[in-house]
C-alpha cells in the first residue's frame, strides 16, 4: 500500500522556514519526503499546502489515568486532538511508577513518557474538596534521592527527565531543598529537571537561579505573584529568566489550571521572550476549562503574537529534542508515518486564561487529519464555540 500525501507545507527546524513537498508512505514507512510521482501510490491526499508535522508532542500532561486523581485518558485525548505523545509531569514517583508503566504506559496506543516525581509517592491526590491540595512532600524525606534514581535506572526507557514541584502550597516550607535533590538525580543520571512554579514561597528567581542548560521551567508564562516578569507581574522579563535562558534553560508553558496569564504571555512575547516549548498540564481538573486540549493551547498562542511556525516546533521539534527524542518532532524517511495534518483556520472562539480572562480569538490552529502507518483518519477536533 503506498500513499502520497500531496502539497504538504512543512516546518524546517534548522531555518523555521517553510517548504512544500510531497509525502511518500510506503507500507506505512515514510518512504520519501520531496516528489513523488502519482503513478507509485495506490492512495492520494490532496494536502492543499496544509501543514504536515509529526504526531505533536505535548510535554506537560498528567496521564496516569485511575491510579491518581489528576489523569485523564491519553488515548482518548490524543484521538480528538492531534497528540501523539504524551510526556506525564511526575504523577508517578518512585513508589507507584511501576503501577504506572503496567497499567497505563505498557497499554496506551500513544506514546508515553515521564518526568518522575522527586516525591516517592508523586501526585496521588489533587483537588480535596474545599481547595486544599496533599503535597507530594509531607517532609523532605519523602524526596529520596537513591528510590528516585533506582526507578529512573530501571525504567529508562520511559523516564526523562525528574519532575520537582515548588509553591507555598505544594512544599514551600522546604524552600529549594527539594530542587537541589531533583537536581543532583538528575545530573546523575544525565537527565533534564523539570520544575514547577506557583504561588512563592519559593521566589522563582531563587529556583530558577539553580537550572542548568537542558533544565525545563514549567507554568513560566503563570499570573503574578511569581511571574517572570520583573515587578508585580508587568512590565518586561526579569533578568534572572533572561539569563536563564541564555544558558540553556527551556521556557515551557504547562498552562493547568493556575499557570497561564494572558498578560504575562503578551508581556512576554512583546520582549521577545517567546516559549521553547507550548503544553497543556491537561488534567482532570483543568480538561474541562481553561485548557481543553493542545490545540486550544496553541491557538492562544498564536493570536497572542507567535507565528504558526513558531507554535508548530513548539509542539514537535523542541518538547522532542527536551525529552532526548529528537527522533519524534521531524518526519523522517524509513521511520512509521505517525503524523498530523493542521491548518490555521479563520474561525471565532473564546477562550479563556488560568485566570478567567476570557478573549475572543479569530484564528484557530486545527488539527484535521492523521495518519498513523497506512491508515488515514479524520481528527475529531472543534474549537470551543464563542
Ligand atoms: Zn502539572
Not at 500531496?6 to 508512505?25: F, K, P, Y
Not at 478573549?359 to 488539527?367: A, D, E, G, M
Amino acid at each position: 500500500m503506498y500513499v502520497k500525501l500531496r502539497n504538504c507545507t512543512i516546518v524546517e527546524a534548522s531555518s523555521g522556514q517553510q517548504s512544500l513537498v510531497d509525502i511518500g508512505i510506503s507500507d506505512g514507512v515514510v518512504d520519501s519526503i520531496g516528489e513523488v510521482s502519482d503513478s507509485r501510490a495506490d492512495k492520494t491526499i490532496e494536502v492543499g499546502k496544509r501543514f504536515v508535522s509529526p504526531a505533536w508532542v505535548d510535554l506537560h500532561t498528567h496521564v496516569y489515568e485511575l491510579g491518581t486523581s489528576l489523569g485523564v485518558d491519553a488515548d482518548a485525548i490524543g484521538m480528538r486532538s492531534g497528540v501523539g505523545v504524551f510526556v506525564d509531569a511526575g504523577s508517578a514517583g518512585a513508589g507507584n511508577f511501576a503501577g504506572f508503566r503496567e497499567h497505563v504506559i505498557k497499554r496506551a496506543g500513544v506514546k508515553i513518557f515521564s518526568f518522575l516525581n522527586i516525591g516517592y509517592g508523586g501526585i496521588p491526590f489533587f483537588g480535596i474538596k474545599g481547595g486544599s491540595q496533599a503535597s507530594e512532600l509531607s517532609k523532605i524525606e519523602v524526596a529520596d534521592p537513591d528510590a528516585c534514581m533506582e526507578c529512573a535506572r530501571l525504567n529508562k526507557k520511559y523516564v526523562v527527565g525528574i519532575k520537582v514541584r515548588l509553591s507555598a502550597k505544594a512544599n514551600g516550607e522546604f524552600g529549594s531543598a527539594p530542587l537541589k535533590i531533583a537536581k543532583k538525580c538528575a545530573k546523575a543520571l544525565g537527565l533534564p529537571v523539570m520544575l514547577h512554579i506557583g504561588n512563592p514561597p519559593p521566589p522563582v528567581d531563587e529556583l530558577v537561579g539553580l537550572l542548568e542548560r537542558g533544565d525545563i521551567l514549567t507554568h513560566s508564562f503563570r499570573p503574578f505573584p511569581n511571574s517572570i516578569l520583573d515587578t508585580d507581574g508587568v512590565g518586561r522579563v526579569s533578568k534572572v529568566l533572561k539569563a536563564a535562558r541564555r544558558r540553556g534553560v527551556l521556557i515551557d508553558i504547562g498552562h493547568g489550571n493556575g499557570s497561564f496569564s494572558y498578560n504575562t504571555a503578551e508581556a512576554a512575547l512583546a520582549d521577545g521572550f517567546l516559549p521553547d516549548t507550548i503544553s497543556t498540564d491537561i488534567h482532570a481538573l483543568s480538561l474541562e476549562s481553561p485548557v481543553h486540549d493542545l490545540p486550544c493551547t496553541m491557538t492562544k498562542l498564536l493570536n497572542l503574537g507567535m507565528s504558526a511556525e513558531q507554535v508548530l516546533l513548539a509542539v514537535t521539534h523542541n518538547p522532542a529534542a527536551a525529552i532526548g527524542r529528537p527522533d519524534l518532532g521531524r518526519i523522517q524517511k524509513g521511520k512509521r508515518a505517525d503524523l498530523v495534518v493542521s491548518e490555521v483556520a479563520t474561525t471565532r472562539t473564546r477562550l479563556s486564561d488560568s485566570t478567567g480572562e476570557e478573549r475572543t480569538f479569530s484564528k484557530v490552529f486545527r488539527p484535521l487529519i492523521r495518519v498513523r502507518s497506512s491508515e488515514v483518519s479524520r481528527i475529531p477536533w472543534r474549537a470551543p464555540p464563542p
